[in-house]
């Protein structure tokens, strides 16, 4: 465009995701949607083993001069994003920093203390972040960018947080320069071993109020979704382009409008069985369903459609504890819903956290009885995790029992506690401060693959078995 310079730009990825689970698909809309008068890179150091400490990183930063370092922080790579930001400044204050993601969405005034970053970008940027470049070095001002936050005459400004109605008008990721391609060689399978697999993202927002949650603190309680159209172009891109056979769908909440997940279930089948597919598709939706956002009919449709299984969120056996989460759910029903998906042909996935402040060792015991009883064929056991910015994270700071600083070094300690650092400190409620999460964990797994032998056969089919030792071995890695 006439009288705007277009931009260098790096955008970085911190080390500290595990690389078969999670890849930069925020970089990868940021990369789509810029205008392309602007030059953008990305750089992966989760998927190159690269921290913040290595000559490599300094080396790409030096050879690409850019005039713009953008930085995605999440509350397990934060505090590697703050030191790459240092780093970018050691090699030039010229450098404009920026930083993204849900940790700064959370956190803006917190984050923006730090001086060596210039700007953050609260929300979703996709559409934002190519008028800040565009404005970038002109004398227009920030007025009107929303998501955007800066400082102005030594204050910080924090704009309002955009959250595009009309999602259809942001383009869908690009997938090459995240790197899908290379992901998947290094086992990039989340949702199931059904195949290459790539996420999508359809529908964005919660309405739901979970203590313990993020999700409507980022993108909003309004559910926005893309059309089916767009939708199935996005699958078609990926099929033909990338040759994706498995679609993981990274909503929280795809079910929610049961019309709208329906339509696109018949649309599916209806391309499958016009032979627009040559090849078997197939869908997950591995961030799980809420049970009451299911019917016969969707359950039906969905294993039409291309799903193998689902996963649920029953996050506890006790009501007294669910009723603290805020999360409405009845778990006397859980096992029935269960057995209508498994009636259906589907596996069942359930996610439960143990250790939730206020729990009792009867409260755990309840949950426990609640896995023994649904006839679910793989679980997820995790420690709770108190998530900065959440209900409950802020009530844990007001009574003392965590610091408003407080940062785990590490995500995975809570899911796979294989090691624990003396010189961190992870939360836990009174009572339950010996309580090993990782070995109920295994032990309830052995327990239902003795009731359901089906179980051992669901956790080859979800991760390959090849793929489960290469993930405990990264896991491990990145833990210690």
């Known amino acids: 465009m006439q009288g705007i310079r277009g931009k260098k730009v790096l955008l970085i990825e911190p080390a500290g995701n595990l690389p078969f689970y999670i890849l930069p698909l925020g970089l990868g809309f940021l990369k789509s949607n810029a205008p392309d008068h602007?030059?953008?890179?990305?750089?992966?150091?989760?998927?190159k083993g690269v921290f913040s400490d290595s000559p490599d990183l300094l080396r790409e930063i030096a050879e690409y001069g850019p005039d713009v370092v953008g930085v995605s922080a999440s509350m397990q790579t934060y505090s590697e994003a703050v030191r790459i930001v240092s780093k970018v400044k050691s090699v030039s204050r010229d450098i404009a920093t920026v930083m993204g993601g849900a940790h700064p969405s959370i956190f803006g005034e917190k984050v923006m203390e730090n001086e060596d970053l210039d700007f953050i970008f609260r929300g979703e940027a996709e559409l934002m972040f190519g008028a800040f470049l565009d404005r970038l070095?002109?004398?227009?001002?920030?007025?009107?960018?929303?998501?955007?936050?800066?400082?102005?005459?030594?204050?910080?400004?924090?704009?309002?947080?955009?959250?595009?109605?009309?999602?259809?008008?942001?383009?869908?990721?690009?997938?090459?320069?995240?790197?899908l391609d290379e992901y998947i060689r290094n086992g990039y399978s989340y949702g199931g071993f059904y195949g290459k697999s790539a996420p999508i993202w359809?529908?964005?927002?919660?309405?739901?109020?979970?203590?313990?949650?993020?999700?409507?603190?980022?993108?909003?309680?309004?559910?926005?979704?893309?059309?089916?159209?767009?939708?199935?172009?996005?699958?078609?891109?990926?099929?033909?382009?990338?040759?994706?056979?498995?679609?993981?769908l990274v909503d929280d909440n795809f079910t929610f409008q049961m019309d709208y997940a329906k339509e696109f279930c018949r649309t599916v089948i209806d391309l499958r069985e016009r032979g627009?597919?040559?090849?078997?598709?197939?869908?997950?939706?591995?961030?799980?369903?809420?049970?009451?956002s299911l019917d016969d009919e969707l359950i039906a449709l969905m294993k039409k459609a291309g799903w193998k299984g689902l996963s649920i969120a029953p996050e506890s056996g006790s009501k007294k504890t669910l009723k603290r989460m805020r999360k409405t759910l009845d778990p006397d029903k859980v096992p029935g819903v269960v057995k209508r998906i498994k009636k259906q042909g589907l596996d069942v996935r359930a996610f439960f956290i143990i250790g939730y402040p206020g729990e009792t060792r009867d409260d755990v015991r309840q949950t426990i009885r609640l896995i023994r009883k649904s006839k679910i064929d793989a679980i997820i056991l995790g420690k709770f995790l108190p998530i900065p910015g959440t209900p409950i994270f802020n009530e844990l700071v007001r009574d003392g029992e965590i610091s408003a600083d407080y940062?785990?070094?590490?995500?995975?300690?809570?899911?796979?506690?294989?090691?624990?650092?003396?010189?961190?400190?992870?939360?836990?409620?009174?009572?339950?401060?010996?309580?090993?999460?990782?070995?109920?964990?295994?032990?309830?797994s052995v327990l239902l693959a003795l009731r359901n032998p089906n179980s051992i056969a669901f956790y080859f089919k979800y991760y390959g078995f090849f793929n489960l030792l290469k993930k405990l071995l990264q896991a491990m890695k990145i833990i210690k």
């Open 276 to 292: 627009h597919f040559s090849e078997k598709i197939y869908f997950a939706t591995p961030n799980g369903v809420r049970i009451d």
């Open 38 to 47: 602007h030059d953008v890179r990305i750089y992966d150091c989760s998927l």
């Open 137 to 179: 070095g002109t004398e227009e001002g920030f007025d009107g960018i929303k998501g955007l936050g800066y400082r102005r005459n030594g204050r910080v400004v924090l704009n309002d947080i955009n959250l595009e109605a009309d999602i259809d008008m942001i383009r869908y990721p690009d997938y090459r320069h995240i790197g």
């Open 407 to 444: 940062m785990p070094q590490s995500i995975f300690k809570f899911v796979m506690p294989l090691s624990k650092s003396k010189e961190e400190h992870i939360y836990s409620p009174a009572g339950l401060e010996d309580l090993n999460t990782f070995a109920i964990f295994l032990r309830e």
């Open 202 to 248: 359809i529908t964005r927002g919660c309405p739901y109020g979970c203590s313990f949650c993020s999700a409507s603190l980022i993108n909003g309680k309004k559910i926005r979704r893309h059309s089916i159209p767009y939708i199935m172009n996005w699958i078609d891109h990926l099929y033909r382009e990338h040759g994706i056979r498995q679609f993981a």
